[in-house]
T-cell receptor, first 112, second 114 residues
Framework: QKEVEQNSGPLSVPEGAIASLNCTYSDRGSQSFFWYRQYSGKSPELIMF????GDKEDGRFTAQLNKASQYVSLLIRDSQPSDSATYLCAVGEFYGNNRLAFGKGNQVVVIP | ETGVTQSPTHLIKTRGQQVTLRCSSQ?????VSWYQQALGQGPQFIFQYYREEKNGRGNFPPRFSGLQFPNYSSELNVNALELDDSALYLC?????????????FGPGTRLTVL
């Protein structure tokens, strides 16, 4: 049973600052890691995925993966009010039955 | 927009009733996964269908069932509804051969059980 932990409470950041979100996972066999953004009342929207150790950048977003520590993070640079949402970390496998295991999510509030 | 559609958008049922939720996958995708998202929680995996075959099931009772059609659209059926079944039901579309297997969600069906 995969477990994905997102333990931080709501995160408030000033506009233009960096928001940092963390996620740990229990299954060492996990191979693919996803960050989803979910606005209130909406469905999750895929922001980015990562599957190799290190950093992956996509615009203002950077995902960081450390498989040895079973840790994945998301940085949001130059935070905008439109980034205010819940961010979900999800963990899966390549091919096969790729069920995603999700964390509870972290709420981010960007203050203008 | 992901190209994944779900119907209906909202649904209100009473305990003991049965419900069918529908999902159309993104063009070119052959896999549909269903998730249940309770308020304040992350989505929980219900099951996945790949080319009309069930390809894994989460920790949900047998009254949750489903199927996938030749055009890769899918249905989720829930029998004997309970109050705790009230949630957002999400389907996610993916292409099984893509390796990383990114899953793209539809807008969801909000089910309320009274």
């Amino acid at each position: 049973q995969k477990e994905v932990e997102q333990n931080s409470g709501p995160l408030s950041v000033p506009e233009g600052a960096i928001a940092s979100l963390n996620c740990t996972y229990s299954d060492r066999g996990s191979q693919s890691f996803f960050w989803y953004r979910q606005y209130s009342g909406k469905s999750p929207e895929l922001i980015m995925f990562i599957y190799s150790n290190g950093d992956k950048e996509d615009g203002r977003f950077t995902a960081q993966l450390n498989k040895a520590s079973q840790y994945v993070s998301l940085l949001i640079r130059d935070s905008q009010p439109s980034d205010s949402a819940t961010y979900l970390c999800a963990v899966g496998e390549f091919y096969g039955n790729n069920r995603l295991a999700f964390g509870k999510g972290n709420q981010v509030v960007v203050i203008p | 927009e992901t190209g994944v559609t779900q119907s209906p958008t909202h649904l209100i049922k009473t305990r003991g009733q049965q419900v069918t939720l529908r999902c159309s996958s993104q063009s070119g995708h052959n896999t549909v996964s269903w998730y249940q998202q309770a308020l304040g929680q992350g989505p929980q995996f219900i099951f996945q269908y790949y080319r009309e075959e069930k390809n894994g099931r989460g920790n949900f009772p047998p009254r949750f069932s489903g199927l996938q059609f030749p055009n890769y659209s899918s249905e989720l059926n829930v029998n004997a509804l309970e109050l705790d079944d009230s949630a957002l039901y999400l389907c996610a579309s993916s292409l099984a051969s893509s390796g990383v297997n990114e899953q793209f969600f539809g807008p969801g069906t909000r089910l309320t059980v009274l």
